[in-house]
C-alpha cells in the first residue's frame, strides 16, 4: 500500500510517498517502522507499548486522529495519508510538542489530595464500587492528545485547558478520595476553564478510549455553578 506521510524537517514541511509490502493483521504502527527501518531512517514518530496504552502514537490518519498502533491497514483505504497532529506545534514529522499539553494537565492537580494522611503509617482508602464508578471511565485516558487536536476551542485558543486537562481534573473531582477539589474548580472556572468549551463534541467522537471528554466538561460547568454560587454566598 502506498503510505503518503506529512513530514517537517525542522524548516520546510512537505509530503513523501512509500510503498509498504502490507499484510493481514498489521497496524499502521508497523508500517512505520517498516519505513523507518527499510526505507527511510529519517522518518521520526513517536510510540511507545504498541499495545493503545502510553498513548505517545497518536496520529491523523486518512483525516482522523487515530492510535497508529491500533490502526489496521487493512481497514483503511489505498493510499493511507498520515500526518501529525493537528493543535499541536510539530517538532519534526509525525512528532509533535506535548510540552503544553502536560503542563495544563498539571495545572488541574491530576492526583488525589489529602492533608490528613500520615505517610509514615499509611491507611487504606476504601472505597465503594459505586464510588469508583463515579470516575473510572475517565481514569482511562491515555493523554494521547486526540480531543486536543480535534478541539475548535484549543484551534483558537492556547489558553484553553482543553478536554484531556479537564478530563483529568473531573476524574479527581469526582474521586471520593480526594479532599480538596477547590483549586482544580477555581482554574476550571477561570477564562481557561470550561467555559471556553463550544460543545463542539468533536473530543468524544474521536477518544479511543471511549471517555466522553464533552460531557466531563458538562458535568465540570455543573460542580463550577455549584462552587460560584457558594462562594457568593460565602457557604
Ligand atoms: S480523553 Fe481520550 S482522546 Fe483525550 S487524551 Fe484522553 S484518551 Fe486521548
Ligand atoms: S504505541 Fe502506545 S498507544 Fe500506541
Same mark, same amino acid.
Given at each position: *500500500?502506498? #503510505?503518503?506521510?506529512?513530514? =517537517? ?5 512537505f509530503?513523501?510517498?512509500?510503498e509498504?509490502p ?5 497496524t499502521?504502527l508497523?508500517?512505520?517502522? @517498516? ?13 511507545s507499548?504498541? *499495545? ?8 491523523? %490518519? ?25 493543535? =499541536?506545534?510539530? $517538532?519534526?514529522? /509525525?512528532?509533535?510538542?506535548f510540552?503544553? #499539553?502536560?503542563?495544563?494537565? !498539571?495545572?488541574?492537580?491530576?492526583f ?5 494522611i500520615?505517610?509514615?503509617?499509611p491507611v487504606? $482508602? ?12 475517565y481514569? /482511562?485516558c491515555?493523554?494521547c492528545?486526540?480531543c ?8 483558537t485558543?492556547?489558553d @484553553?485547558?482543553?478536554? &484531556?486537562? $479537564?478530563?483529568? &481534573? ?6 471520593s478520595?480526594?479532599k ?5 474548580i477555581?482554574i476550571i ?10 460543545s463542539? *463534541? ?6 479511543? !478510549?471511549? %471517555?466522553?471528554?464533552a460531557?466531563?466538561?458538562?458535568l465540570?460547568?455543573?460542580? &463550577? %455553578?455549584?462552587?460560584? %454560587?457558594? !462562594?457568593?454566598?460565602?457557604?
Amino acid at each position: *500500500m502506498e #503510505f503518503r506521510i506529512r513530514r =517537517f524537517d525542522g524548516e520546510n514541511s512537505f509530503w513523501q510517498s512509500y510503498e509498504v509490502p502490507t499484510k493481514k493483521g498489521m497496524t499502521v504502527l508497523e508500517c512505520l517502522y @517498516y519505513i523507518r527501518d527499510n526505507l527511510d531512517s529519517t522518518l521520526s514518530f513517536r510510540a511507545s507499548c504498541r *499495545m493503545g496504552i502510553c498513548g505517545s502514537c497518536a496520529v491523523k %490518519i486518512n483525516g482522523k486522529p487515530k492510535l497508529a498502533c491500533e490502526t489496521q491497514v487493512s481497514e483503511l483505504k489505498n493510499p493511507i495519508v498520515v500526518e501529525p497532529l493537528d493543535n =499541536f506545534k510539530v $517538532l519534526k514529522d /509525525l512528532v509533535v510538542d506535548f510540552e503544553g #499539553f502536560f503542563a495544563k494537565h !498539571k495545572m488541574v492537580k491530576p492526583f488525589i489530595v489529602r492533608d490528613d494522611i500520615d505517610y509514615n503509617s499509611p491507611v487504606e $482508602l476504601i472505597q465503594t464500587p459505586k464510588e469508583l464508578a463515579k470516575y473510572y471511565n475517565y481514569s /482511562l485516558c491515555i493523554k494521547c492528545g486526540a480531543c486536543v487536536s480535534v478541539c475548535p476551542a484549543a484551534a483558537t485558543s492556547e489558553d @484553553y485547558l482543553g478536554p &484531556a486537562a $479537564l478530563v483529568a &481534573a473531573y476524574r479527581f473531582c469526582a474521586d471520593s478520595r480526594d479532599k480538596d477539589c477547590k483549586d482544580r474548580i477555581e482554574i476550571i472556572s477561570s477564562e481557561r476553564g470550561v467555559w471556553r468549551c463550544h460543545s463542539a *463534541m468533536a473530543c468524544s467522537e474521536v477518544c479511543p !478510549k471511549k %471517555i466522553e471528554p464533552a460531557k466531563a466538561v458538562q458535568l465540570l460547568r455543573r460542580k &463550577a %455553578i455549584i462552587h460560584s %454560587i457558594k !462562594k457568593l454566598f460565602r457557604w
